[in-house]
């Protein structure tokens, strides 16, 4: 630096001016002739890049697919005479799924309740079986019952009609995007008016962009010296929302413009605003972005747009300007502020009178709590459809192309199950756990909690929590039993055992009460769940047969072959056990539990379908002596209890388990058209202090004193019978003898020879005498 | 002695009778007591025949399976999901669906015997002779108690 100084110095301070008279005149770096060049160059440029664009953006448009998640509904509520259902269940259905209660239910997603009766006015839905129209029922509902259900339009004519699904779950694509389409004709025209009044009055006589709107944009940055506003159309809004960022820049205003003018050139105002209203981001939900009028009037309001009201309408619009500034649930004043400017613009273009805008300024908000909507309500259900369809179906499909999920879910019968396990875990701070619910003749899934609060996404113990299940193996002993040619009379010891295992240790099983109570009918030994003549049984049959049958009853896992897990230290998870049993609720037919039912495409055409498909795994009479022996748990076993609080009329049969130390309390059980498997346990493993009778079974018993309509019917099959047999359970006997007791038997296992006691049958021995005749 | 030449003839007709007896496909319609019988889910059934004459074999087979959910006893409507099952051509899930319906059925007659016919067509379809022998004895079986 020092020396450029000295250098300067020596630099003389002023030229001579002869010199500078000598210099060649200065040649101007831009002609004329450079400009024209210059000019057309950046002609060319221009003409090409437009080209370009044109041919992007129409390119771009026309092949626009919105990203789709797929939606997960809840099963259809069937409403059929005859069916049991409170006024309080109905209501809370309805409420659930933002019916409005008005005088007349004039509007589809409404209702009017008078005295007993009840007007509904549903709303359609596709379905794989052509679905359900929106339609005016009027209900009869008298002591808990539908005592009628008519069309209005035919009130001498009953008729099965059902509520549409709600929705409780979606699979987004990676980037979170979620929208529900709508289509122009679709959309109530006040809100379109709103929109305008608000965001574009000259939307249908500009061609992209207003020079109007521009100038005013352009005064008001350069008084605030920045740019603060955009002057935007909605079709340069579209443009920036479809193709460029948010952000505010001269180049990307610079972009757009011309993109909208391409834009309107191609396509018409209708398509240009229904792709606004499609396209548009309205709000965040979490990770969740908002996109669309569609999906925003649900996450706001919980009702399709349709059926929004002018002053939810408003707020709607308002909501553009700016999503999480105006944000209703947060800031209130703001959005009222905001709302109310929106209905005045609407009453300046004529869209309201002044009596309708002050009807509607004076509306609260009216926007649903956040997680009050049935979205996203039932974690663990949801995480089994994911799990489902993920077996089927590629993810990018699920995630983009807006598929219906038509899923299994009782909402009444999922409520029930969650309440009746947190109240009963209410005081028992350190228990968790599960409850499934399903309809077990078609394999339905009707409920799924996989923890003691509900709404709270994490670990699904339903089908994660993997449990020794304690006696709930011991069916799969008695079925070997049976089908060994044993009877249910057989008579078992229940005394000690003990087996060397491979590696020198010996197994010795013991009873819970620690006592061993001798001989007694198999029967006995399954009702008391006795573990040692259980073993013995098992022992005897051999355990390659009693493993075989633990598989073929739905157990798919890999069964590690030692004796112990005949007394239940196999592992399951409450889901795996609900497969289990299943197959003994429905004598012997195994029937994949299944938590969709149909999948439809963006448009409700079907796609797929998962049908009801049993397959007979068990002798039809082998199907029976189980049910009829796991009965016996609950006349005289470990299940007592549940008589005490069902009605006498529903018969049910299951049966407890209890795993060593207590960690783990089930009940399995099911009545003529529901199942229910219930597991309590610690998720540290230790020790709880409960059993499958102290624990579950309460919860259990609830549950189908709400859920079970139908008794399970304990009819011998052909080929079995109602026998007395003496207490040996080896000689036939009667009513009435000493230690005589009835049982159902195979025909093939009937003992021949008859006790000294009973009664003989008369026709038996008529029919053999005629026989014997023909040699006498 | 007459007696005894008088039985022998009656036991041998009666055997002959029942060998050569054939098993005779009854026409079939919802048996007596079935509880689809005056329930709801009749009209969901009706809907379902007219989806298959349609050959709108998905929505006649969610329309029954909606049925099942009303009744899930009803011997009538495993039989309509088997016999759809058929058509669809797939016989396993056929046989499944017959035999759910041989659970809540009569433990005799034409209808019975109607059911393992379907059992046996659905075993034959999936080239099974065992189960197409088991099936058609059955119904031997179930239509001799028919008569009887």
């Not at chain 1, 799924?97 to 009017?112: H, T, V």
């Not at chain 1, 013995?536 to 598989?551: C, F, H, P, W």
Request: hydrophobic letters at 40%.
């Amino acid at each position: 630096m020092p020396a450029r100084k000295k250098s300067s110095a020596k630099r003389p301070k002023r030229a001579p001016k002869k010199a500078a008279l000598r210099q060649p005149p200065v040649r101007r770096w831009w002609s004329w002739r450079f400009i024209g060049q210059l000019s057309l160059v950046l002609l060319v440029v221009a003409g090409v890049a437009t080209a370009f664009l044109d041919a992007w953006v129409q390119k771009r448009f026309d092949s626009h697919q919105w990203q789709l998640p797929a939606r997960v509904y809840a099963r259809p509520v069937e409403l059929y005479q005859g069916r049991q259902l409170s006024r309080d269940h109905l209501t809370r259905l309805l409420g659930l799924m933002r019916y409005r209660q008005d005088g007349r239910a004039a509007a589809p997603g409404s209702y009017a309740l008078q005295s007993s009766r009840l007007l509904l006015h549903t709303r359609g839905f596709s379905d794989s079986d052509g679905g359900e129209p929106a339609r005016l029922l009027s209900l009869e509902l008298r002591d808990n019952r539908l005592q009628s259900v008519v069309d209005s339009r035919q009130p001498d004519k009953q008729i099965v009609a059902r509520l549409e699904p709600v929705q409780i779950g979606s699979i987004h694509p990676r980037h979170h995007e979620d929208r529900v389409l709508v289509r122009l004709d679709d959309v109530p025209p006040l809100f379109i008016g709103m929109l305008l009044a608000t965001e574009d009055r000259a939307f249908h006589e500009h061609h992209g962009i207003s020079l109007r709107g521009l100038a005013r944009a352009m005064m008001a940055n350069l008084k605030a010296g920045r740019l603060q506003q955009g002057g935007s159309t909605l079709t340069q809004q579209l443009v920036k929302n479809f193709w460029l960022t948010r952000e505010r820049t001269l180049a990307r205003k610079l972009v757009e413009i011309p993109m909208a003018l391409l834009l309107e050139l191609h396509y018409s105002k209708e398509d240009i605003l229904e792709a606004y209203l499609n396209e548009v981001y309205l709000g965040q939900n979490g990770a969740r972005a908002i996109h669309g009028v569609g999906l925003a009037a649900r996450f706001y309001f919980g009702r399709p747009l349709e059926e929004l009201q002018p002053h939810q309408m408003a707020m709607l619009v308002g909501l553009l300007k700016g999503p999480s500034y105006y944000d209703p649930r947060r800031h209130t004043e703001r959005a009222l502020k905001r709302r109310d400017t929106v209905l005045f613009a609407a009453y300046e273009q004529g869209l309201l009178d002044g009596a309708a805008m002050a009807a509607a300024r004076g509306r609260s908000l009216d926007v649903v709590p956040r997680g009050s909507a049935a979205l996203y309500a039932f974690p663990a259900f949801v995480d089994l459809v994911r799990r489902q369809l993920a077996r089927d179906y590629p993810e990018e499909v699920l995630s983009s192309e807006g598929l219906q999920i038509h899923s299994t879910l009782d909402v009444l019968s999922q409520y029930a199950a969650e309440a009746a396990l947190a109240r009963h875990l209410k005081n028992r701070d350190s228990l968790n756990g599960a409850v499934v619910v399903t309809a077990p003749h078609q394999g339905d899934v009707l409920a799924l909690v996989g923890d003691r609060q509900a709404r709270r996404a994490g670990f699904n113990r339903a089908l994660d929590a993997v449990r020794p299940i304690g006696s709930l193996a011991k069916p799969a002993v008695v079925l070997a039993a049976l089908e060994s040619g044993r009877t249910l009379a057989t008579r078992v010891v229940d005394g000690a055992v003990e087996v060397r295992m491979e590696d020198g240790q010996v197994w010795r099983p013991q009873n819970y009460d620690g006592e061993s109570r001798g001989s007694m009918p198999l029967v006995d030994a399954l009702a008391m769940s006795r573990n040692q003549a259980i073993a013995r049984v098992g022992l005897d049959v051999g355990l390659a047969s009693v493993l075989e049958a633990l598989q073929r009853l739905g157990v798919q896992r890999d069964i590690p072959p030692y004796p112990s897990v005949m007394l239940g230290s196999l592992a399951l998870s409450p889901f795996e056990v609900a497969v289990m049993y299943q197959t003994l609720a429905t004598g012997g037919f195994r029937t994949p539990l299944r938590a969709i039912t149909d999948i439809l495409d963006k448009d409700g055409q079907p796609l797929g379908r998962y049908p009801v498909n049993p397959e007979q795994v068990v002798d039809e009479a082998e199907g029976f002596l189980m049910q009829w022996s796991l009965r016996q748990v609950v006349l005289r076993g470990t299940g007592q209890s549940a008589l005490r609080q069902l009605p006498a009329d529903m018969v049910v049969a299951g049966k407890t388990g209890t795993s060593d130390g207590n960690r783990d309390a089930w009940f399995a059980g099911f009545s003529g058209d529901r199942l229910a498997v219930v597991w309590l346990g610690a998720d540290d493993n230790s020790e709880t202090r409960v059993s499958g009778a102290s624990g579950p079974l309460p919860i259990w018993t609830d549950l189908m004193a709400e859920l079970s309509r139908r008794p399970l019917v304990l009819a011998p099959p052909a080929g079995v019978s109602m026998t007395w047999l003496d207490a040996d359970g080896k000689r036939l006997s009667g009513k009435g003898c000493d230690g005589a007791r009835e049982y159902p038997v195979r025909d093939a296992y009937r003992p021949r020879e008859r006790s000294s006691c009973g009664t003989v049958d008369a026709m038996q021995q008529g029919v053999f005498k005629w026989f014997r005749g023909l040699f006498d | 002695m007459v007696s005894r030449i008088v039985r022998l003839t009656l036991v041998v007709a009666w055997l002959a009778a029942c060998s050569s007896a054939p098993v005779v496909q009854a026409p079939v319609d919802v048996p007596a007591g079935d509880p689809l019988l005056g329930s709801p889910s009749e009209s969901l059934w009706r809907q379902a025949v007219v989806a298959r004459e349609q050959g709108e074999l998905a929505a006649a087979g969610r329309l029954l399976e909606r049925a099942v959910t009303l009744v899930p006893d009803s011997s009538w409507l495993y039989r309509e999901l088997a016999e759809l099952r058929l058509r669809e051509d797939q016989p396993r899930a056929a046989e499944g669906l017959a035999r759910k319906a041989l659970r809540f059925a009569p433990p005799t007659g034409a209808y019975r015997a109607a059911l393992w016919q379907l059992v046996a067509t659905a075993c034959a379809r999936s080239d099974d002779p065992d189960c197409v022998a088991l099936a058609r004895r059955e119904a031997r079986v179930a239509q001799k108690g028919a008569r009887q």
